[in-house]
Each structure stands twice: as C-alpha cells, then as structure tokens.
C-alpha cells in the first residue's frame, strides 16, 4: 500500500467518525410525480434506442439512481454534468472505476458546442447497426430515441438546453422542477425524451442522502438546514479545508463545527439584531454557496 492510498484511508476513516456522529435524518423525498414518471418511462420503453443517464461530477456515485427497469438491454451514454464544479482528480478516479464504457463530461456553463457535437457523434456510431440493418431490408433510416433519467438537480434540463441551442426546458438550482415527461427532437437523427428527476423510492444510505440534499437534488423545505449545514461543514473541512477557509475568509483555529459556523457567521456579518450571530442565515447562505457553485472545485463522493 502506498503513502497515497494510506493517506486516503486516514481520511475516509476520519470522515466516517464524524459522520456516524451526525443525526440520522431519515432523509427521502419520494413525490407522486416521480412514481407516475417512473410508470410512464416503463411504457414507453419499446419506443427508446439508447439512454442517457445523467450524474453530478460532485456526487458521481450518490447521484446515480437505479436504472435496470429502464435500461434493460438499452445501450447507454452516461453523462457527467457540472464537472467544471467537482475536483477533477477525485471524480476522474470515480469514473475510472465504472463499468460503464461510454461516458461523457459535461461543463455546466460551457458553450462548447464540442462537446455537445462528441454527444451526437457517439449516439449515431453506437446506434448505427440499427440502421444499417433497416437498410438492409429495403427501409429508410429513422430518428434515434433517447431517454434522459437522472436524479433531480444533476443539470437534466440545462444539458437538453445546450443541445437543442435554446432554452425549451426551464431550469433552476432546485428539486423537482420537470414534473413530466416531454418529447424533444434536438437535430434529424436523434430525439429526446426527457423525463422528471427521480430517486430512490427509500434512501437507506445516510450518506447518499446527505449529499443529495446537500447538493440540491431533495426538496429543500422537506429539510432541517442546521443538519444538512453540519454535514457539509464536516466534508470540507476534513475534505478541502482550504476551500473552506478561502471562501469565507476565515482561519480554522479550531475543527468544532460550532465554532466554525461563528466563523462564518462573523464574516459573513449574519448578525440578528444585538449582535447575536443568525444561525439560520448562516445556514441558508453554506447551503446556497454550495447549490449555486460558489463552492466549487469539491466532490462529496
């Protein structure tokens, strides 16, 4: 075992001490929308050629939702979006090690059309054989189908945007905005069904749970900001202390999360009125920084 991989199990040990210390939150968010978008895709699945599974390159794994009622022997593409948001280093580590063979980094804000032309270029020499063996029997080629499932928030409707080269989806840094399933045709060869974002219909992972809340994909009025804070404040400071440090302006004289709130709270001049500290703001604003991508260059898995 190397220095590399000691160094790491030293970490992963430290952070899961303190986060076997946090409250179990009993974090699920399971709304109707999402059972009845679960049931639509499975009728429509004789319709799709290929599926698109979008994860958040900040949480590769804990994005991930299970996908075998609507994959089956479907071919896939999965696409890490948000990746100019994650550490880079830590994420490719993750990806290296799916199984997966066609996989595809997207920025969130890019306008590369590189990358989206990569997307286009890989569906249609993955899904040639289908065509070329409507050409064999005397048919004309058609418009490849595709499903996009993922998790809410992971940048469905933004990356649909970028293909399309316009907005048709609205978009927005919280849960459940896609409440249906829509059919979009983004050039002649391939169309897209987009669909609602969906989870586990029981996250038995705190873990998962945490960093799915933590990084907007569960509605945030269904959660307790001060556990959710706590739990992003212990990732960083054992994770990325100095991305912490850097954007709040402050020194970590001290590894207690209460005093690092106060912290924050000063510098980020969360005062109620008689100087009390705002704990409330100050939770809203580490939740915020987190969701908008003022905290960046991090990866919760």
């Known amino acids: 075992m190397d220095m590399y991989q000691k160094r790491e199990m030293r970490k992963n040990k430290k952070m899961n001490e303190d986060t076997k210390s946090l409250p179990s939150t009993g974090i699920n968010w399971y709304p109707g929308h999402m059972a009845k978008a679960k ?10 050629d290929i599926v698109y599974e979008i994860i958040d390159a900040r949480m590769p794994l804990s994005s991930r939702i299970p996908l075998d009622e609507f994959t089956k022997n479907k071919e896939k593409i999965i696409i890490v979006t948000k990746y100019d948001l994650c550490d ?19 920025d969130l804000k890019s306008s590369n059309k590189q990358d989206i ?3 286009i270029k890989m569906t249609n ?5 289908l065509n070329d063996q409507r050409v064999k029997k005397g048919l004309k080629p058609r418009t490849f189908r595709a499903l996009v499932v993922g998790a809410p928030n992971v940048g469905k409707s933004t990356l649909i945007n970028r ?29 897209l069904l987009d669909t609602p974002g969906i989870l586990y219909p029981k996250i038995t992972s705190k873990e998962v ?29 054992n994770k990325y202390p100095s991305i912490l440090e850097n954007r709040y302006n402050i020194k970590l004289t001290s590894y207690e999360n209460e005093d690092i709130f106060n912290l924050i709270g000063r510098s980020t001049n969360s005062y109620k009125k008689g100087m009390e500290l705002d704990r409330e703001r100050i939770y809203t604003i580490i939740m915020n920084d987190l969701k908008e991508g003022r905290i960046k260059n991090i990866t919760f898995d």
């Open 39 to 48: 049931k639509e895709i499975k009728e429509k699945l004789d319709f799709i």
């Open 88 to 106: 880079q280093t830590r994420t490719d580590e993750i990806l290296k090690k799916l199984p997966e063979e066609h996989i595809l980094t997207f």
């Open 117 to 119: 032309n990569n997307l």
């Open 125 to 129: 020499t993955i899904l040639k054989p």
């Open 163 to 191: 293909i399309r080269g316009k907005n048709v989806q609205i978009t927005g840094n919280k849960a459940g905005i896609t409440k249906s399933l829509t059919w979009i045709k983004i050039s002649n060869t391939i169309e």
């Open 209 to 237: 749970g945490f960093n799915l809340a933590s990084l907007a994909s569960i509605n945030e009025n269904i959660l307790n900001k001060e556990e959710i804070s706590n739990y992003i404040i212990t990732t960083l400071k």
